[in-house]
């Protein structure tokens, strides 16, 4: 059983030995929405944008809430998370499922702290959009009728 598996590693470390690109396979995948302007930056597609920020003064490890949250929302498409300011953060979503799928499960926690998001528009700047509020689901129990 181990000799078999040496042989189809083997063979597998051959096989990538041999393969070759040709020189127009050489430019990567592109991820629609995601491709790379002149001076270097990418283009942001506003339609699947999220700006966000947490409920709290201190600074909060970008890196580690960017595995965190994308672990947690799963997008079948894919997340791009850029850090806009040490509060501030843009997600972008590469379909509209996996932005309401977020959206719809609001509140959102990372390290005891909420999150609060805004879904961007077509020309809203990220850095402009005030994020004071969230949305919550309350359930009560035993509330007598006609309490107001």
Known sequence: MAGSSVHVEADLHHAYARL???EEEEGGLIVPGDEEEDNG?????????LVGRFL????????????????????????????LS?????????????????????????????LLVHRLEADEQPQQVPLFHTTFWVQAYNILIGFQ
């Open 41 to 49: 930056d990418f283009r942001i597609d506003s339609r699947y944008c």
């Open 86 to 114: 040490p509060t501030l953060f843009l997600v972008q979503f590469f379909h509209e499922i996996d932005i309401k799928r977020v959206l719809d499960s609001r509140p959102w926690t990372f390290d005891q702290h909420i």
């Open 20 to 22: 070759q690109l040709e």
């Open 56 to 83: 709290t003064d201190k600074v909060i490890n970008f890196g580690a809430m960017k595995n965190t949250m994308a672990a947690l929302w799963r997008p079948g498409k894919g997340v791009c998370m850029k850090d």
